[in-house]
């Protein structure tokens, strides 16, 4: 088969063969992207959209970060895969720097958020059998509006039943308590859980901090019972909030936590971090994965995570997410489609009366590129570099979005 000249095809080729030949998993625009710059993505000449959205939380340095393409460009000098039967130097230095910036002691690197909330189930369901002696400490207890990812265990812990259903059975063993609800959650963590998996800001279930008091709440009930604290951090962590772990803001520390998205500059990572009395469940051969912290990869994350991690970084992504949120409120105060404006840092999401994949359409015409979460929330999670005067040409599109789309 030959490629040529497919690299000169035009759009309207590439969406008619998408639709020919990728599976239909994903509802796509009518344009294609062809560049990144910044805060800035581009389709082809003249047009350019304002990533509001990162590739979902994904592009936290934007597009063509000097510090990413330095990385990018330096790794590949190196071995870009040694398989996990032999040490790795970036692998080892990036686990080293999460721990050394976290209450983790150890990490187990994987590539995906979904890869990472599976490998924290199996290590808690293995810690309650070898460290607790218990074979029935099974259970996983999850939250109303959570999303945990799409393999059978993490979809199991995945609140919203059409993401569910259509595949079940699923991992058995895991039962939902309503979100933010002290009582409820009380309830369903009993003797037989394993673990309390849980966002502290929800992303996809429609941006909802959970409330200190309540993390605080699940703290207290998961030593009370044996069962281990997950937090999963895949969208929230490394930055997203303002704080590198969204879980600082309440003072509360988990026994695992799941990261992945912005950990390599947009390569495919995720990692699962560990305290040592949890890791004294796992040994050799207990859990794998082929590709997980290679050196390119690792490399590239360890240029990340040095500078997301920096004091002055974040208090920097603070400041503009403050500005941000302030610009929302203005914007909900004028716009009756707006019911609320919730979320933390550069993590915000607009409680709308009509739907949100209204907004989302709309805003595309104005050339911005946002995400909605759920039917009714419009989801910002700009690049973690964006500066005030993008912000105000983001509100400008957004502004016309909504009075498009109402
Ligand atoms: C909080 C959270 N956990 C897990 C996942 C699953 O991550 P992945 O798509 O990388 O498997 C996501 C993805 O959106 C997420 O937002």
């Known amino acids: 088969m030959t490629d040529k000249g497919s690299s000169s095809l035009p759009p309207e080729a590439i969406i008619s063969l998408e639709k020919q030949y990728v599976l239909q998993t994903y509802t796509r625009p009518d344009f294609v992207i062809t560049g990144g710059d910044g805060v800035w993505l581009i389709a082809g000449a003249g047009h350019r959209y304002l990533d509001g959205g990162s590739g979902i939380a994904v592009n936290a340095l934007g597009h063509g970060h000097p ?87 993490a979809v199991a812990a995945t609140a919203t039943e059409k ?30 859980t394993c673990a309390v998996i849980v966002e502290p800001v929800q992303g996809e279930g429609g941006v909802t901090p959970a409330r200190p008091e309540f993390l605080a709440a699940l703290r207290r009930r998961c030593d009370e019972t044996g069962a281990l604290l997950i937090f999963d951090e895949v969208q929230c962590g490394l930055g997203r909030t303002g ?36 890791a004294g469940a796992i040994t050799p051969g207990d859990h ?3 590709f997980a912290g290679g050196p390119f990869v ?51 999401g607009l409680v709308t009366t009509i739907p949100a994949a209204d907004v989302v359409r709309a805003a595309q015409g104005q050339g911005l590129l946002i995400i909605p979460a759920g039917p009714k929330v419009v989801r910002l ?26």
């Not at 240029?303 to 914007?331: D, I, N």
């Open 288 to 290: 794998g994965s082929t």
């Open 243 to 278: 704080a590198l772990w969204a879980h600082q803001a309440a003072n509360v520390s988990p026994d695992i936590m799941t990261i992945a998205k912005p950990l390599a500059g947009g390569l495919p990572m995720g990692a699962i971090l560990l305290t040592q009395a949890v």
């Open 67 to 153: 510090a990413v393409l330095a990385a990018l460009a330096q790794a590949g000098r190196g071995p870009i895969h040694l398989s996990n039967l032999y040490h790795n130097r970036p692998m080892t230095l990036l686990a080293r720097d999460l721990c050394q910036s976290s209450f983790a002691d150890r990490v187990f690197f994987c590539n995906s958020g979904s890869e990472a909330n599976e490998g924290a189930f199996k290590f808690a369901r293995k810690y309650a059998r070898v460290i607790l002696q218990k074979n029935d400490k099974t259970g996983i207890v999850a939250f109303s509006g959570s999303f945990h990812g799409r393999s059978m265990g």
């Open 381 to 406: 999670l700009p690049p973690l570099v964006i500066t005030r005067a993008e912000i105000d040409i983001l509100l400008e599109k957004l502004t016309a979005a909504f009075k498009k789309a109402w």
């Open 298 to 348: 690792s490399a590239v994350a360890r240029a990340v995570f040095g500078l997301v991690s920096q004091p002055e970084f974040l208090a920097a992504a603070r400041q503009t997410g403050e500005y941000l949120h302030q610009k929302l409120e203005a914007l909900a105060r004028t716009q009756p489609a707006v019911t609320a404006v919730r979320g933390a840092g550069l993590m915000w």
């Open 163 to 192: 993401y569910r259903a259509p595949f079940e059975p699923v991992m058995p063993g895991a039962r939902f308590a309503e979100f933010n609800n002290i009582e409820s959650a009380r309830a369903a963590i009993n003797g037989q």
